[in-house]
């Protein structure tokens, strides 16, 4: 950071971390999209921005999808981080920081921050009885759960009962009420905050599981390894970490850097992680003794027509994908204008079209291009110097001027109250009007006119003038579509003071470059059915082949055994508390196993088909009454029940299982 950062004001602004689990559909990356936005245009209004985004990597979801695809957990979310950052990239997102929960001085701090809390009387140890939605990574309550589905979701939840430590939200609730009504936009929107408030708050607010043990893939709770730390507690932290956050000092001992951008000026996140945001994390930090963020802006949904997007019905939308036919500045267009301020936006393939061939190509594009190829034709691309005219004329002339700082004083408001279309809509309200100044002046009247040079030149100096303000404001929104027609226009008159209350940027004299389609119009009915075409293909790879298992054969040699015999063995439901390698045996793995009425240790040969951590936290059956075997030098008291010879297959138990109940 430089001195001249220092003097400037500040803007923190983080994104959601996106969950790592699959690639972003369209709904997804309009978050960052929007962000991005927002912190372009602070940028121009004089700000020292950081704007942090990243990746959320832990959890019970992620370690499944790992073992469906036969990976460690840590070689998914380094797959996944990497196309989400990709797809981050492609839509030129002008990030500071990406964050990875999985970074190393993450955990570091989660681990010191979970000791802070437990220490300070925050945390204590109890066991969860509840419902679960692995998706959401959410725990609910009776009342809460819908039809056994999950209500931010919709999809089942699953019965969870295990040890867990929990936080004292009661500790905390009188004061973020305090803090809440005392900062009417500290949640936005109106209608956000409401719902949290009485849903929530109002409501009466359970204290929150902060820890899991039925599953391994997270940050160990650094005095009880058995647990890991709950995703929520885990990934809301990245906004202070990101910032070097060091949970041994206190706010004024934090480095310059921390204290420099904390606290964040905005979360901008998706409205269905808003309870996360307004409620735990300000309640977090208050058990930290640190400053809350200033507002936190739950952004609506993106849905493809009516419904929300999924895979299955062949309607999800991807980003880069959708830049492959309207370019990346279309793509960012479509997103920006199209989503409200407070209520769901919606996507067809129909709309973006039509919002491209009408905006970009219509408004913008043939404004630009019209204007360049009559001031080569008329002038030689040279620009000529403005000059008065009739009343008549310069009323018109007024008009526009007044259109231009109309527009830049509605993108200030806006963009400053993160209504983001309302201030896009203010730019092309601009341009339309530019287009309606050409037809009401024809400048190819006036150039058959040897007395009207010195109009036309002023006519098209207006023009391009409008252009270069209208570029100038759009710079936020389509930068490398704004950048091209400022670099054609050849003009130095690129920042948002020169837009607005200021007319005259372009310099007499300048030679502009040739004009050039920016948009190129599309075929709608053309593209639709290439569209669709790819929609099919999409469905067709993502419906379930149907299965033509192999009849087994029966096995040969096998003794038959009666009743009685079976019953000699005794199989019983155990958990895995733990599990390691055997020393110089490839084939072993340790297992720690939790009966309920006891614990023990067995040694299975599965390490060519699981990685421990793979193990840890499942519930599966042991034959408790084997006698003790040493296996390279390892006592082994029991026998874990696994199918399969080439490719060996642990048989798992439902989690809500018991512990110690004999298997008949």
Known sequence: MNCSDTEKPKFYLTTAIAYASRKPHFGNTYEVIMSDAVVRYKREMGY?????????????????????????????????????????????TSYDYFIRTTDKPHCQAVQKIFKKFYDQGDIYKSRYEGWYCVPCESFFTE????????????????????????????????????????????????????????????????????????????IPVPFDTRHVTYVWLDALTNYITALGYDPDKSYEEQSEHFRRYWPADVHIIGKDILRFHTIY????????????????????WFNFGTDKMSKSRGNVIYADELAKHFTVDGVRYYALSEMPYGSDGSITYESVINRYNTDLVNNLGNLFKRTLDMQKKYFDRTVMAPVAGSAEEEALDADLKAACKTAYEGVVANMDSYHVADALDCIFTMLRRANKYIDETTPWTLAKDPEK??????????????????AVLLKPFIPATAEEILDRLN????????????????????????????????????????????????????????????????????????????????????????????????????????????????????????KPEELVGKKLIVVANLAPATLCGVESNGMILASGEDTVRVVFLDPETPLGQRVR
């Open 48 to 92: 020292d921005v950081y704007f942090c985004t990243g990746t959320d990597e832990h959890g019970q979801k992620i370690q499944d999808l790992a073992a469906e695809a036969g990976i460690t957990p840590q070689a998914y979310v380094d797959q996944v981080a990497g196309e989400i950052k990709g797809v981050w990239d492609a839509m030129n």
């Open 143 to 218: 009342t809460q759960v819908v039809d056994g589905k999950c209500p931010d979701c919709g999809r089942p939840v699953q019965r969870a009962s295990e040890e867990a430590y929990f936080f004292k939200m009661s500790n905390y609730v009188d004061r973020l009420m305090a803090h809440i009504e005392a900062h009417p936009d500290f949640i936005e929107p109106e209608s956000r905050k409401k719902e949290m408030v009485n849903n929530f708050l109002k409501a009466g607010l359970q204290d929150l599981c902060v820890s899991r043990t039925s599953f391994s893939w997270g």
């Open 281 to 300: 994390w300000p309640i977090f930090l208050m058990a930290l003794d640190l400053p809350l963020p200033k507002k936190v802006f739950g952004h609506p």
């Open 453 to 470: 040079q010195a109009r036309l030149g002023t006519v098209l100096y207006n023009l391009l003038e409008v252009i270069r303000q209208g």
């Open 491 to 610: 003009t130095k008159a690129r920042t948002y003071d020169t837009v607005g209350n200021t007319f005259g940027g372009m310099e007499a004299g300048t030679q502009v470059a040739e004009s050039r389609v920016l948009f190129a119009r599309i075929d709608e009915k053309a593209k639709l059915a290439e569209l669709e075409a790819a929609r099919e293909a999409q469905l067709q790879a993502n419906a379930p082949k149907p299965e033509q298992p192999a009849k087994p054969e029966k096995p040969e040699g096998v003794a038959q055994i009666g009743i009685e015999d079976f019953m000699k063995v005794e199989l019983r439901t155990a958990q895995v508390l733990a599990c390691e390698p055997v020393p110089k045996a490839k084939k072993l793995l340790k297992l720690r196993l939790d009966l309920g009425y006891e614990q023990r240790q067995v040694v299975s040969g599965i390490a060519k088909w699981y």
